[in-house]
């Protein structure tokens, strides 16, 4: 095969691949034990994870109170963690749905690594909303609109926490759905490879019997599409109604009408972020530095660039139009967001998600490796920063003055965070151990692009 | 009969071998089994098959079976005693009233106890006293809790060993005969004693007993006033005070809104003369020069900061001044220039024979002084009447002085300590403590084993009040019943009935306080024909009075008066040096008497909000000198005692002076009240007069570390909110009915409007009744009685200190205590001014209409009702918080643990044993964990008011539902009724005050409450003062 590089547009996978090197390349890690940094990375996360689920026995055992919380800031790191944790799968979505019905082909070898990261963050920040209830135990099934035998009782249609159920469980849904889609052709390639027969075993249940017929490309492809439809309406409208729990209050500082357009932006602007950070890593570890390219990199930095300001005239406009409203407390709590008793959240949000991101205008830092990795780290620091700011800083000091209060994380507060750290490593290493990190068959699809000649 | 076997026959059936019998005599069940014999009606014998068949089976089983699910779902019942014969008056569900009186450490009340099944749960004023008018504060609601405590002594004790009372009895009759027969001296010691009958019984004894002496003292002594007024008139009393007669108050150093002499009493009246409206647009004025920021200081309109070694001073001054302008003669001294003190004399003068000077001085002389000035203005007959002693408070300081030295020097052989406990609450405690070891018997009443009681040989514990027979004259003329509302609990006895075992006597309390009432204030002439009707009556209305001859016990002595002016005027001799000190009344704890009491201790205190712990208040720039911040623990030694508490920064307070509260530091009161703080009677001055001022040789050291304080508010300023705070001054007032008051406005398309003109909502109908309240700023004197009353009422959960450190508090009530601020920029609005203004604002659910948290709620746990009220379902609560988020006023409260029955709540007395949980309201629900809780306007209430009015086929009258914080409001700033009843009296304010002083807080949001406050009016010149 001749090696010729196209003049018109960067190849998307560099390091002249054939097809079968695709194949071997991604599968490799898939049918080779685990390597030593692997068993370091799940140990950790796992012990991560154990520790989250003792500080969650206890936050379910004891009671909320475990938790900072108090009769001012009835939400702090629960609700923070879980607006975070959305907004992180957004990326996932984006990138699978919006960029494949805008036929961004770049976008065939991070899809996959993408949609696994929005699974786990879903399942992460769904954790939020269900731990910080009273009473989980009635909770869980009292927000589902099921007939029951209380009487006429049913849920409450008004209420944004309700429609919130609804957006993350349709949205976790869509997501599962599309993503293990996408993993069937994958998982028959390995299935096919198996020299082992429980992996074969394996693999032939995960791949639901693909054969690779035309029809079955053809289904494929059709239900990709259609999921791909579905999915799109989702990324405006998850976080659009999480922005909602807020938005359609009266405290002064979340009753803010741009709250959807600011929280959609956010949310992929962290989500990128977050694909950034394993991206990195994980074409390091596996070798992938071929078909995960800089140039991949460059173009989710724009993303970020762009998603980094739209965010940053969003908080300006905000702070803009409490002035301009002359709504008392409104102003007061803007002000005091920025210059009250939490303005190093404010500044800490600020300089992580607007300031840093600039940086990106200059080419070298957007081109590499090392600065893309830390500022994807900034941004969602920032981004954490971000939730907090609102919830907290809003909460604490609201109309009446005489119940302004002050919040302190606990123990508790840091481990049911960590709680989901360790759940979403464990999940994204086990994923990225046992299933193809990279659509093996899509990047087949791109491996010539379309100016290059064979 | 030795091979003989024995035979039991089973009848004689079997003996006589009955072929009836043979026929069954296999069979384990040989009688007719029911489930065979209606089986197809056939006969036994037919060739039908006997077994149970499959129907019947059937039918067994699922009878057991749903019989076995029915006692599985069932809770189990435990301890229910059905009656056997209902007791008449006890109707399980309906409560039962009782009138009583409560008269403890200074304070008389007469009460209302309300039972439900034979348990008193809950207390409120009683209306028909003339003294207290239905008055009451927080120490009395809470009493009830006393009576369920754990930590009660359940029967007498010998040396610490339990005994039985025909022991105790023949051992101290014996003690006592013999020292009596040597001619020893016995003390019998008691705080005030309010009591006729008790008093006449203690003479009796004396009379029995010759060598038997009553020492009478208090905590919050009023001797300098009985001794101030002995040398003004020539006889110690204390006088009634009228303080909604008087147009100008005067108070120097005197919280008689908090602790000084009555303050239930004048809590009502002060408010009498505070209120405005339409028709009244008048106001008393009102001065207070003090060194701490007290209660009273906050309400006042004009406040001076002076030191308490200046109080005389500021007397003296007072008192030439007014000498000057009537042309009396005036006394040495007086020089010092104190703010607003000319303003105060020209207004006393102005209004001659309507106003009022009180001094909260122990000094006779100060008293006397006073007493002159009262003299020059005409007040005595007005605002002041002598001839209606008060007896609340008739301690003798030098006595019990005398009584302490005697009994350290081995004076007194005996020594019975009847419901007191001075080795704590004395400033000579020490000594005494001491001295008890050397008496020959030693005897103490005290309900638990308190710091006095673990001294003595004998524990005699009294009765819980709620458990006595009683009577009290809290002033001459006034007289009241107190009786028991439920069985004693214990194998306890009351106090006096123990004094009739001690003298030797069989009869019953009861049987001496009817006597005594038969003989002295029964009269057959004015009162009913016969006794026993009489006695009813009483017994019914709690109270009774006759009328007093004005001038009986002394004459007014216009000679002795102005005589007794010049040596006073000398005799003061206060001179400060250095730092100051003031120890001073906490208004919950008081003396300490009730620091077991969890719903005391977390109340917070209304001006600096701090509950569960005593601190050393500061003023502003003495901490900003020495660089002390809240919370760093001092040391502050006077009188050569050190104490170690943490620092309150408070604004308002004198520079050089600092003020710590008695009451706390116990080590013997129970597990709740034991180690919270640090006991500070020891510092105070006893040379004859107890004297809490001390103005000398006070140091003050930093302590390492820091002790965080509890506190419920921890920002201080409104932040010039108008929408939340509205108020104005009287002349603005006067000119405009809305001073003060703002009005938002919404910019819409079609211009600026009201709030109330654009709404999403289509609002509520409300066909039948429509509840509401009005808050009267004006009014309201932060006292806090609303917070304890709705705890009681409403079995809310007490947190202790570190879940109140945690703003974690559970109180539906709060009491927003606000200062002004000298700035009004945005930050700067944070520091309070130097001598700050100050506005209650009682918050509670405000009900709204539209109400934010009801829309969020996922679950629909919290619903409107039909009357208007924002209901709470706690079963449906899942506990997602939101509606505490968006509640705007943050009166929600979460369960953030379970508090009742958990070991890591110790302090939540009221529900974590089985004693103290026959507090709870039967009617409220205990929360569970996870669920969010919130005021209800006593829906229990309102329901069962409604309920009533339906069984009785009308309407419900006004008044007759009242929820426990309005009912609780010693100075009715709070309204509660109906408001679709246009003759009812919340609808009268509301229409007098709709255009006027009446607001909606955090009106430009529109939630709509039904909650209206009434604007603060302060009489003053202008706002803000300097």
């Known amino acids: 095969m001749s090696v010729v590089v196209s003049s018109v547009r960067t190849p998307l996978i560099t390091g002249t691949k054939t097809l079968h090197d695709v194949s071997d390349d991604i599968c490799r890690y898939v049918e080779r034990p685990p390597s030593k940094s692997w068993m370091v990375a799940i140990a950790l996360s796992l012990a991560t994870l154990g520790f989250g689920v003792y500080c969650l026995y206890r936050t379910l055992w004891d009671g909320i109170g475990v938790w900072g919380l108090n009769k001012t800031v009835g939400w702090a790191w629960d609700i923070t963690n879980f607006v975070w944790w959305v907004g992180i799968g957004h990326a996932g979505t984006l990138i699978s749905a919006i960029l494949l019905l805008f036929r961004q082909k770049w976008r065939m070898s991070i899809n996959r690594a993408a949609e696994a990261m929005t699974i786990f963050a879903v399942i992460c920040a769904a954790t939020f909303p269900l731990i910080h209830m009273g009473r989980l135990w009635l909770g869980l099934y009292w927000v589902l609109p099921l007939p029951n035998t209380f009487g006429s009782l049913w849920v409450n249609f008004n209420s944004p926490l309700l429609w919130d159920v609804f957006a993350i469980t349709t949205y976790f849904t869509v997501s599962l759905v599309f993503w293990y889609l996408g993993l069937i052709p994958d998982f028959a390639t390995i299935r096919d490879r198996a020299k082992l027969p429980w992996r074969k075993k394996f693999y032939s249940a995960l791949s639901f019997g693909w054969t690779g017929k035309a029809r079955d490309w053809n289904h494929y492809e059709t239900v990709a599409l259609i999921l791909a439809g579905l999915a799109t309406p989702l990324v405006l409208s998850v976080h659009t109604i999480v922005s909602f729990d807020f938005a359609t209050s009266v405290i002064p500082g979340w009753h803010t009408t741009i709250f959807p357009p600011y929280f959609v932006a956010g949310a992929i602007f962290s989500g990128f972020a977050m694909v950034l950070t394993l991206l990195i890593i994980t074409r390091r570890v596996f070798h992938l530095e071929n078909y995960i390219t800089l140039y991949h990199m460059e173009l989710m930095n724009i993303v970020i660039i762009v998603t980094g300001s739209i965010v940053g005239i969003a908080y300006i406009t905000e702070l803009f139009m409490a002035w301009y409203s002359g709504v008392e407390a409104e102003w007061y709590a803007f002000r005091n967001r920025a210059l009250g008793p939490y303005w190093w959240a404010y500044f800490s949000m600020m300089t992580c998600n607007v300031v840093s991101p600039q940086l990106f205008w200059f080419k070298p830092i957007r081109r590499s490796i090392v600065s893309t990795f830390v500022l994807s780290i900034i941004v969602n620091i920032g981004m954490w920063f971000e939730r907090f700011v609102i919830i907290v800083t809003s909460l604490h000091r609201d109309y009446l003055p005489s119940s302004w209060a002050m919040f302190t994380p606990t123990l508790y507060d840091v481990g049911d965070f960590l709680l989901t750290f360790g759940f979403f490593f464990t999940a994204f290493l086990l994923f990225a151990k046992f299933f193809p990190v990279i659509n093996i068959a899509e990047v087949k699809t791109i491996l010539k692009s379309d100016s290059q000649k064979s | ?1026």
Not at chain 2, 175 to 182: E, G, H, Q
Not at chain 2, 460 to 467: G, I, R
Not at chain 2, 915 to 923: A, E, F, I, S
């Open chain 2, 1 to 1026: 009969m030795k091979e003989g076997k024995k035979v039991y026959w089973q009848g004689l059936e079997q003996l006589n071998q009955d072929p009836e019998f043979l026929k069954y005599a296999d069979k384990e069940f040989p009688e007719y089994l029911p489930v065979k014999e209606q089986k197809n009606g056939q006969p036994e014998d037919s060739n039908v098959d006997l077994g149970t068949d499959r129907r019947d089976f059937l039918k067994l089983m699922g009878f057991s079976v749903a019989a076995a699910s029915l006692a599985a779902c069932e809770a189990p019942v435990r301890k229910a005693i059905p009656y056997l014969n209902k007791p008449t008056d006890v109707d399980p569900g309906v409560a039962n009233y009782y009138a009583s009186t409560y008269s403890q450490d200074g304070d008389y009340c007469s009460v209302l106890v309300k039972t439900r099944e034979g348990r008193p749960i809950f207390i409120k004023g009683n209306k028909m006293s003339d003294v207290t008018q239905g008055s009451i504060n927080s120490r009395v609601i809470a009493s009830v809790l006393d009576l369920y405590n754990k930590d009660r002594l359940t029967g007498p004790k010998t040396k610490g060993q339990d005994s039985d009372w025909k022991t105790v009895d023949a051992e101290i009759n014996q003690k006592i005969s013999s020292i009596t027969n040597s001619g020893g001296k016995i003390a019998l010691v008691s705080k005030s004693v309010t009591s006729p009958s008790t008093l006449n019984l203690i003479s009796e004894i004396q009379e029995q007993y010759p060598g038997v002496e009553h020492i009478q003292y208090d905590v919050n002594s009023n001797y300098g006033i009985r001794k101030g007024n002995e040398m003004s008139f020539g006889v110690g009393f204390v006088p009634a005070y009228d303080f909604s007669k008087a147009k100008t108050i005067v108070s120097i150093n005197a919280d008689f809104l908090g602790s000084w002499v009555s303050p239930i009493e004048y809590s009502r009246q002060y408010a009498q003369g505070r209120k405005v409206g339409k028709s009244k647009k008048k106001m008393s004025r009102h001065f207070q020069l003090e060194s701490l920021f007290t209660m009273t200081g906050a309400s006042a309109d004009y406040r001076s900061k002076i030191r308490p070694s200046e109080e005389g001073d500021v007397v003296k001054a007072l008192y030439n001044m007014l000498a000057a302008k009537t042309g009396g003669a005036s006394v040495s001294g007086g020089d010092g220039s104190y703010n607003y003190l000319d303003q105060a004399a020209d207004e006393l003068l102005r209004s001659k024979g309507k106003s009022l000077v009180v001094c909260g001085s122990n000094d006779p002389n100060v008293q006397t002084l006073v007493n002159g000035i009262n003299y020059m203005l005409e007040n005595y007959g007005q605002t002041i009447d002598p001839s209606k002693g008060n007896t609340s408070r008739q301690g003798d300081d030098r006595r019990m002085v005398d009584f302490a030295n005697g009994l350290s020097s081995g004076e007194y052989k005996g020594v019975v300590f009847l419901n007191c406990n001075p080795v704590y609450d004395h400033p000579l405690g020490g000594k005494i403590k001491e001295g008890i070891k050397k008496a020959l018997l030693s005897i103490s009443t005290a309900m638990v084993s308190d710091e006095t009681a673990v001294e003595v040989q004998y524990n005699c514990p009294s009765h819980h009040f709620l458990e006595s027979w009683n009577d009290s004259m809290p002033r001459k003329g006034s007289y009241s019943l107190a009786q028991p509302t439920i069985n004693p609990l214990f194998n306890t006895r009351q106090a006096e009935e123990s004094l009739l075992r001690f003298a030797g006597r069989d009869d019953s309390y009861y049987d001496y306080v009817r006597n005594y009432w038969k003989e002295n204030v029964y009269n057959a002439e004015t009162a009913e024909k016969s006794f026993d009707l009489f006695w009813d009556r009483c017994l019914h209305d709690g109270v009774h009075e006759v009328e007093t001859p004005s001038e009986e016990g002394f004459d007014m002595v216009p000679v002795l008066i102005s005589e007794s002016m010049g040596t006073a005027a000398s005799g003061i001799s206060a001179e400060g040096q250095g730092m100051e000190l003031v120890i001073y009344e906490s208004h919950n704890i008081g003396s300490g008497e009730m620091a077991n009491n969890p719903w005391l201790q977390e109340t917070p205190d209304p001006i600096s909000k701090v509950c569960w712990d005593n601190y050393i208040s500061i003023s502003v720039p003495d901490a900003k000198e020495q660089g002390i911040n809240q919370d760093d623990l001092l040391t502050l030694t006077a009188s050569g005692k050190s104490v170690t508490l943490p620092a309150l920064i408070q604004p308002g307070q004198t520079a050089g002076v600092l003020g710590v509260a008695y009451g706390y530091g116990r080590t013997n009161s129970g597990k709740v009240g034991d180690g919270i703080g640090a006991n500070v009677y020891p510092m105070a001055g006893s040379d004859g007069y107890v004297n809490y001022s001390i103005t000398k040789g006070v140091s003050l050291a930093k302590a390492t570390g820091t002790r965080k304080l509890a506190q419920t508010q921890t920002h201080h300023t409104y932040m010039g909110r108008d929408f939340v705070i509205q108020e104005t001054t009287l002349n603005e007032y006067k000119k405009d009915a809305w001073a003060g008051r703002s009005f938002p406005k919404i910019s819409t398309y079609d211009g600026k409007t009201a709030p109330k003109n654009i709404s999403l909502w289509k609002g509520h109908k409300y066909p039948n009744h429509h509840w509401g309240m009005v808050v009267d700023l004006n009014s309201c004197t932060g006292c806090s009685a609303c917070i304890v009353s709705c705890n009681s009422e409403n079995n809310i959960p007490v947190v202790g200190r570190d879940e109140v450190i945690n703003r974690r508090e559970m109180h539906w009530l709060r009491v927003d205590r606000y200062y002004s601020s000298d700035s009004d920029h945005w930050q700067g609005g944070e520091v309070p001014s130097d001598n700050p203004e100050v506005v209650f604002q009682p918050m509670m659910c405000q009900q709204c209409n539209n109400a934010p948290c009801e829309t969020v709620c996922p679950v629909a746990a919290t619903t409107h009702s039909t009357e208007g009220l924002n209901q709470m379902a706690y079963n449906r609560c899942i506990g997602t918080r939101y509606c505490a988020n968006n509640c705007p006023y943050k009166v929600r409260r979460f369960n953030w643990f379970k508090y009742h029955d958990n070991r890591q709540f110790p302090d939540n007395l009221g529900m974590n044993n089985d004693l103290g949980k026959m507090v709870l309201n039967p009617d409220v629900t205990v929360r569970s964990r996870g669920v969010m809780e919130k005021c209800t306007f006593c829906v229990q209430r309102v329901q069962e008011g409604k309920l009533t009015a339906k069984k009785e086929g009308r309407k419900v009258k006004d008044g007759e539902i009242t929820t426990a914080c309005a009912e609780a409001c010693p100075t009715e700033a709070l309204v509660f009724g109906d408001m679709n009843d246009p003759k009812s009296r919340i609808s009268e304010v509301l229409s007098s005050e709709n255009k006027e002083r009446a607001f909606h807080a955090l009106e430009a949001i529109r939630v709509a409450p039904n909650v209206s406050y009434l604007t603060k009016v302060r009489n003053k010149e202008k706002s803000n003062q300097a």
